[in-house]
């Protein structure tokens, strides 16, 4: 058991960690940039330390900081929430050479499955069905080109990250590129990375999330769906469990599918 956690987010995120390691009898550290030290989650954490300015780049995302806070304060594992720097795997090796825990997947799950066009191809490769996509687009003019070929509207996204951010919607192709400069500036300044692929966009569908626990030794265990389909700005509102419209027989067909699919690529943690 971890004696002392550093987590590396804020806001809401860090309260949760904050909670449940309280409840462990573990100690927390929060970090927080200058514009946050008067935040909720550097008032309940045990210690905090302060790694940077306002710009996200330069503190919630500056990794030297962040493991420096950690060595200084002691702390033995880091936290990193969700954001941030909770999907790059480069971050989380760093951890493992400092000699501190990374709370979180192995950097080999993430790699192929939080980089979205590398989840795609696994996808593809085990049997899922997708929705029509592309690899990095490389610039506007190829997003153009990929739009058009696949049809509208279509949805760019981070291939990085979450939380709805760097994601536009195009409907038709005098948009395109304003929709490719405002999503890979969104996502370079959220994750550290412009990268964007696109997508065919649903209008109005249903979004439903297999939650998934697996251990180091190869056991991966389903722990339900939730119903995610109501939100504001692709970022969820109200979450459900279970969905009120999928079938018990779908139910069963997607959780083996999901299933198969992490324990043949060695999926670890949750997800």
């Not at 993430?110 to 795609?120: E, I, Q």
């Not at 990375?193 to 209008?203: N, S």
């Not at 389909?229 to 109200?238: D, F, G």
Request: with cysteine.
């Amino acid at each position: 058991m971890f004696k002392k956690v550093l987590i590396a987010n804020r806001g809401e995120i860090a309260m949760r960690i904050i909670r449940t390691c309280r409840a462990l009898g573990i100690r927390t550290v929060a970090v927080h940039s200058t514009v946050d030290e008067a935040a909720l989650h550097v008032r309940f954490a045990d210690e905090a330390v302060c790694i940077g300015p306002a710009d996200v780049g330069k503190s919630y995302l500056n990794a030297p900081a962040i493991i420096a806070a950690a060595e200084v304060t002691g702390a033995d594992a880091v936290h990193p929430g969700y954001g941030f720097m909770a999907e790059d795997a480069s971050f989380a090796e760093l951890c493992g050479k400092c000699r501190l825990g990374f709370i979180g997947p192995t950097p080999q799950a993430m790699r192929a499955w939080g980089n979205k066009v590398s989840a795609r191809q696994l996808a593809v490769d085990h049997g899922l069905p997708l929705l029509p996509g592309t690899g990095v687009l490389e610039s506007p003019e190829y997003a153009a080109a990929e739009a058009k070929r696949i049809g509208f509207p279509v949805i760019i996204k981070a291939v990085s990250g979450g939380g709805g951010r760097g994601m536009r919607i195009v409907r038709e192709g005098d948009d395109i590129h304003h929709a490719f400069h405002t999503a890979t500036t969104e996502a370079a300044k959220a994750f550290g990375d412009p990268t964007v692929y696109l997508e065919r966009y649903i209008e109005r569908p249903r979004h439903i999330e297999f939650q998934i626990l697996a251990d180091s030794h190869g056991g991966v265990w389903s722990l339900g769906e939730r119903e995610c389909s109501l939100q504001r700005r692709h970022q969820k509102v109200i979450e459900e469990a279970p969905s009120p419209v999928i079938s018990e027989e779908k139910r069963l067909e997607l959780r083996d599918r999901i299933v198969a699919v992490l324990k043949a690529t060695g999926y670890t943690t949750v997800g």
